[in-house]
């Protein structure tokens, strides 16, 4: 593995948000860094009968659903169903249907969205769920105190507010035997640099940009989901990625990793094009 160098400039080359947790990405030009992460990243978020959260993990057919956000209202279509597409108003400061959910061993205080999102979700997804809020991210859940700070807080991002993935690692996997379908969105990044050596990011501490600081605190541990076509929601029979990252991407636990999480210190606007600095 090649060590990213103290003083190393990497480059922004793709901004991702993902409105709903699970669904689709948008890819955007510039995004506003929040302290929770990229604005409207992961606000909403389905949950099933139970109240828990629901993702690709268990409902691959997510992946088709696209959710994009304009003039204060929540777009969802579905590629693979013949519902047609859905707009409802996201829930207003001040919204007073809350609901108690579950996303891994966080209970979360949310809105509840509408009951035609509801219907709208259950009828393409085929079971019951709800879609839901979360208005108050500087309120809701703390990171792991093992990699983060007491104040550092997360949306519905499954633990740490960014992703950030580096090009040249995508690329030197794609080039395996059986990953040449594997895009960089099997990942789900929030921010894609270009410029270090592949795997370098494994050595990072520190993205230090104009007045913003990305620490990186803690390496990603991979799931089914990088199995899954983004596109088409249809799974790697021979479970690729993860069955050639297991050969040489394992972590001290066991778990595989690709990409590096990450805590925003300081806010502010990234764009494509913004270079960063790799700092200890």
């Known amino acids: 593995m090649s ?9 922004v080359s793709e901004l991702w948000i993902y409105p709903v947790k699970g669904l689709r990405g948008i890819r955007l030009e510039t995004a506003d860094l929040e302290p929770w992460g990229l604005r409207d990243d992961r606000r909403f978020m389905i949950v099933d009968a139970n109240d828990r959260f629901l993702t690709q993990r268990e409902e691959p057919r997510l992946a088709t659903i696209s959710a994009t956000l304009s003039d204060g209202k929540l777009l969802l279509q579905s590629a693979a169903s013949q519902q047609p597409a859905i707009e409802v108003a996201r829930p207003t400061a001040g919204a007073t249907h809350r609901v108690s959910v579950v996303i891994w061993r966080d209970m ?7 009951p035609a999102a509801d219907r709208w979700l259950s009828a393409v997804v085929g079971r019951a769920c709800r879609l839901v809020y979360m208005d108050r991210p500087e309120q809701a859940r703390p990171v792991d105190l093992a990699f983060g700070r007491a104040e550092d807080r997360v949306s519905f991002a499954d633990g740490f507010p960014l992703l950030v993935t580096n090009r040249a690692s995508q690329l030197a996997l794609a080039a ?12 789900r990044p929030n921010v894609v640099v270009e410029g270090p050596a592949a795997w370098s990011e494994d050595h990072w501490r520190m993205l230090t940009g104009d007045g913003i600081g990305l620490r ?8 089914v989901v990088t199995t899954i076509d983004q596109e088409t929601a249809v799974k790697s029979p021979e479970a ?10 394992r972590d001290g636990s066991g778990k595989v990793i690709f990409g590096q999480n990450a805590i925003p210190d300081g806010t502010g606007r990234l764009s494509v094009g913004d270079v960063f ?3 200890s």
């Open 3 to 11: 060590e990213g160098a103290i003083g190393e400039r990497v480059r």
């Open 108 to 114: 979360v205080s949310a809105v509840h969205v509408s």
């Open 176 to 187: 395996m035997p059986g990953c040449a379908d594997v895009t960089m969105q099997r990942f």
């Open 216 to 223: 990186i605190v803690k390496p990603c541990a991979r799931c």
């Open 240 to 249: 690729e990625p993860l069955r050639s990252m297991a050969t040489f991407r």
């Open 277 to 279: 600095v790799v700092g």
